[in-house]
């Protein structure tokens, strides 16, 4: 079956524009995670959802960060006024089990901000 | 707070060669522990993982034991291959839903 996927898998933004990431779970996966990772690091936990509810938004490194999962499925990350600090790989990983041991990981959003 | 603390890459190794990659972590509780492969152009892909003290995570011919005495979760491989070349990723769960994930050690390994 289909794994997860994320669109676009590249994204330029000039510095002050507002960017929105989509990520496509596994069908009938109850768990969302975005991940943030940049370049030379590991990935670094942004946020959860538990079908359309976001029940942790802790990793979120600021207001300008947002993000929804409004049918339980399909979820947007989006950055406002982007900084060149937001420049990195967006990772979307999802779970059937809330429990989430097992995460099956998108190949990620590479945002470049100029 | 919990961390994980894997060796510094990259690793060359000719193919056959024998492979470690050290990984150790901080925790408090018990928590699950994983090895992620990241493949260019890819996402991350589960390898292997361990659930409990002394429990042995085995795919690919890769294989790691979860040491509590030494806080420890190495990757061996005995005999790498080209195809190998990635960057591998250590990481732990605490019980929760959340990773928490290594740097990364990229591998290069020379036919």
């Known amino acids: 079956g289909a794994g997860v996927s994320q669109s676009p898998r590249y994204k330029v933004a000039k510095r002050g524009q507002d960017v929105a990431l989509r990520c496509d779970p596994i069908?009938?996966?109850?768990?969302l995670f975005w991940y943030q990772q940049a370049l030379g690091q590991g990935p670094e936990f942004l946020t959860y959802?538990?079908?359309?509810?976001?029940?942790?938004k802790s990793g979120l490194p600021s207001d300008r960060f947002f993000a929804e999962r409004p049918e339980g499925s399909v979820s947007t990350l989006k950055i406002q006024r982007t900084q060149q600090e937001d420049s990195a790989v967006y990772l979307c990983a999802s779970s059937f089990d809330p429990g989430a041991y097992e995460q099956y990981f998108g190949p990620g959003t590479r945002l470049t901000v100029t | 707070g919990d961390s994980v603390t894997q060796m510094e890459g990259p690793v060359t190794l000719s193919e056959e060669a024998f492979l470690t990659i050290n990984c150790t972590y901080t925790?408090?509780?018990?928590?699950?522990l994983f090895w992620y492969v990241q493949y260019p152009g890819e996402g991350l892909q589960l390898l292997l993982k361990a659930t409990k003290a002394d429990d042995k995570g085995s795919n690919k011919g890769f294989e790691a034991t979860y040491r509590k005495e030494t806080t420890s979760f190495h990757l061996e491989k005995g005999s790498v291959q080209v195809s190998d070349s990635a960057v591998y990723f250590c990481?732990?769960?605490?019980?929760?839903?959340?990773?928490?994930f290594g740097t990364g050690t990229r591998l290069k390994v020379l036919a």
């Open positions: 990481a732990l769960s605490p019980g929760t839903y959340k990773y928490i």
């Open positions: 069908s009938g996966h109850v768990s």
């Open positions: 925790a408090t509780g018990y928590p699950s």
């Open positions: 959802f538990q079908n359309e509810a976001q029940l942790d």
